[in-house]
Nanobody
Framework: QVQLGESGGGLVLPGGSLRLSCAASGNIFSINAMGWYRQAPGKVRELIARIWADDSVDYKDSVQGRFTLSRDNARNTVYLQMNSLKPEDTAVYFC???????????????WGQGTQVTVSS
């Protein structure tokens, strides 16, 4: 019903930058929220940044000021610009969307397959 296409992960030096992209496609009536989570080995998945339908954005405290989430409504795409990356930012990053699907009741959550971000010298 809904597919998420992620891109932009990779290996970067500490202090470097990466930009992640996530495009939602399928039978979408409306998007309530869209953003990124991450999961490091042995740790729980955590919210990094999320943008709501009213354009408000939530950030994890440790990425505030370094990461910026933006959205292209026409393309149902979000971009996570990550600057001043640190080794502790290393994780698999997952795109997430909460949507209303055409012809179905209620809100539904969908996840991308994940993209690896490694910050290392």
């Amino acid at each position: 019903q809904v597919q998420l296409g992620e891109s932009g992960g990779g290996l970067v030096l500490p202090g470097g930058s990466l930009r992640l992209s996530c495009a939602a496609s399928g039978n979408i009536f409306s998007i309530n929220a869209m953003g990124w989570y991450r999961q490091a080995p042995g740790k729980v998945r955590e919210l990094i940044a999320r943008i709501w339908a009213d354009d408000s954005v939530d950030y994890k405290d440790s990425v505030q000021g370094r990461f910026t989430l933006s959205r292209d409504n026409a393309r149902n795409t979000v971009y996570l610009q990550m600057n001043s990356l640190k080794p502790e930012d290393t994780a698999v990053y997952f795109c997430h969307v909460n949507v209303v699907v055409r012809g179905m009741d209620g809100n539904r959550d969908y996840w991308g397959q994940g993209t690896q971000v490694t910050v290392s010298s």
